[in-house]
């Protein structure tokens, strides 16, 4: 069926109410990991304006007024950025949810302190610079008031002690994880794994996944996605999943990237998605700005990111 599939859509219906916006704040982050290009880490762009950004969430919120309103903020690391627990609590007035990706290395005091604000936290484990013990502790800082997901970044010269890692976090319950394939400078390869690596990524939610014990539930706002076919059959798959096992290719199929989402880059350019289809929107100080209305048709040959890939896709004929 999966061969055959003609619409890829939110295994979660209640996803596609949500208007998501990834914005990578700015490059400046306390990591240089080596499987991340220097340009995603060398301070070399200027945090935004607070004033700016807040124009900016005003406006995605009145363009998309029929949906709900989620912003995802990226680094570098975004928890670096001095005004950023201000727009946190911005947004909270503005009813707008906030999400942020980080690696997790501010003080648990920093977590304890702000948790209220955030809405998802997606913490990434990066095994070159990470700490285990001090990362794990702030996933029990924050796992049962705020929805919390893991990414282990697999790199494959560390894949025994990534795993080690994983199985320690788990433990730690109320959290979703996902062992995370590395791509070359974010482009089409993967990096170079062993047979025996990429069947444990095939399989890691029966080995590691299913065992996360929850007692509490959270909102979210994206996540699986379901293959659709002519007869209404379907099938769930994960990000993560079409990343590794290489069927991650919609080209000549329309996307709803600019109707479900949108990114803003470091210099405050704004896109479709991390694949920059369809050229650039604008920028976020352009006060001529004019925001998607239509879906556009995909030419890319692979969707390497997992926000993009979290969008609703439907074959052309």
């Not at 807040?54 to 912003?71: A, D």
């Not at 501010?106 to 948790?115: G, H, P």
Request: aromatic content about 12%.
């Amino acid at each position: 069926m999966t061969e055959k599939y003609i619409r890829l859509e939110h295994s979660n219906p209640e996803h596609v109410d949500w208007f998501v916006v990834n914005w990578c704040l700015g490059n400046t982050c306390n990591y240089e990991c080596s499987y991340c290009p220097a340009s995603l880490h060398d301070g070399s762009k200027r945090w935004p304006d607070p004033s700016t950004i807040k124009k900016f969430i005003y406006k995605v919120k009145n363009h998309y007024f029929h949906k709900n309103i989620y912003f995802e903020f990226t680094g570098g690391e975004v928890t670096m950025y001095k005004h950023f627990i201000d727009i946190c609590k911005f947004c909270s007035d503005m009813d707008v949810k906030v999400g942020l990706i980080s690696n997790g290395s501010r003080t648990i005091r920093y977590w304890e302190e702000n948790k209220q604000y955030f809405d998802h936290v997606c913490l990434s484990f990066h095994p070159q610079f990470s700490e285990q013990d001090h990362f794990i502790n702030v996933v029990k800082c924050i796992n049962n008031d705020v929805r919390t997901h893991v990414n282990i970044m697999m790199d494959p010269e560390k894949f025994e002690f990534c795993i080690a890692v994983a199985n320690k976090v788990k433990n730690c319950g109320n959290i979703s994880m996902a062992l995370q394939p590395l791509i070359h400078d974010f482009g089409d390869t993967l990096f170079d794994y062993t047979e025996l690596q990429k069947k444990i990524f095939d399989k890691q939610h029966e080995l590691i996944s299913k065992h996360i014990k929850f007692t509490k539930t959270f909102d979210y706002y994206r996540g699986a996605m379901k293959m659709v076919d002519e007869s209404g059959q379907s099938k769930i798959s994960s990000a993560h999943r079409f990343i590794s096992e290489k069927t991650n290719d919609w080209s000549g199929w329309r996307c709803y990237a600019g109707i479900e989402q949108l990114i803003v880059d470091m210099d405050g350019s704004i896109f479709r998605g991390w694949c920059k289809e369809d050229g650039k929107i604008g920028h976020i100080d352009d006060s001529k700005l004019e925001l998607p209305v239509q879906p556009i048709v995909c030419t890319k040959s692979m969707c390497h990111c997992n926000f993009d890939i979290m969008c609703t896709k439907e074959k052309v004929n």
